[in-house]
Structure formats: C-alpha cells, structure tokens
Nanobody
Framework: QLQLVESGGGLVQPGGSLRLSCAAS????????IGWFRQAPGKEREGVSC????????KYADSVKGRFTISRDNAKNTVYLQMNSLKPEDTAVYYC???????????????????WGQGTQVTVSS
C-alpha cells in the first residue's frame, strides 16, 4: 500500500524552527518530485516547496523563500522541510505529496501531485 506520512509538526513561538518529515512506505520516492503544501483554516491548499527526484532542483513559494529549506534522503525514503523564522501566518496543516514526474513544474499545483499524506499541524503562536 502506497503511503506518505508526515511528522514533526507542533506548536512553536514566532521566530522558532521546526523540521517536518515525509516518509514513504510501499513505494520508493527515488523517481518522484516531492512537494510540500499547506492549508490554513478557510483557505485553499497552497504549494510551499518542491524538490526534484535527485534533489538537485528545488522551488519555493515567495512567502517562504529564505526561511524554508526542502531536502531529501532517498536512502531513507524521506523528504524534509526545515522551517526557520516561523511566522504566525505559517500556521496551517502541512501536507507532502508525490508528483508523477521526476522534476518540479513551474507552478506548484495541487492537481499535479497524485499521492498525499494525511498532514501535520503547524501552529506558530506566542
């Protein structure tokens, strides 16, 4: 059974850091670009970041550039999202998803990602 499982969410103060993990089971992530998305209450799910299958190419939403870093360890079948300098507006449920492609498209569109995890809550609040 193909499955993606996110972990690492939690409550953090503004300016703090969290590292999210996305672990795959039932299939290898090696060949797929992986994206991180987030959805805040009352808002649409938006693309945050994407990493190509080999890890050499990454993309970020403007809102997180310079603060978030995506990486992957194919040997562990896991993708990470390091989030620094967190802001209250980063509060959302964060999802990872596997694309059917090995590279990231120009725009991070939900429709281009086929397999999704269940999400992990990130709350940034003092």
């Amino acid at each position: 059974q193909l499955q993606l499982v996110e972990s690492g969410g939690g409550l953090v103060q503004p300016g703090g850091s969290l590292r999210l993990s996305c672990a795959a089971s039932g299939f290898s992530l090696d060949y797929y670009a992986i994206g991180w998305f987030r959805q805040a209450p009352g808002k649409e799910r938006e693309g945050v970041s994407c990493i190509s299958s080999g890890g050499g190419r990454t993309k970020y939403a403007d809102s997180v550039k310079g603060r978030f870093t995506i990486s992957r360890d194919n040997a562990k079948n896991t993708v990470y999202l390091q989030m620094n300098s967190l802001k209250p507006e980063d509060t959302a449920v964060y999802y990872c998803a596997a694309s059917g492609l090995s590279y990231c498209l120009m725009n991070l569109r939900r429709a281009d990602f086929a397999s999704w995890g269940q999400g992990t809550q990130v709350t940034v609040s003092s």
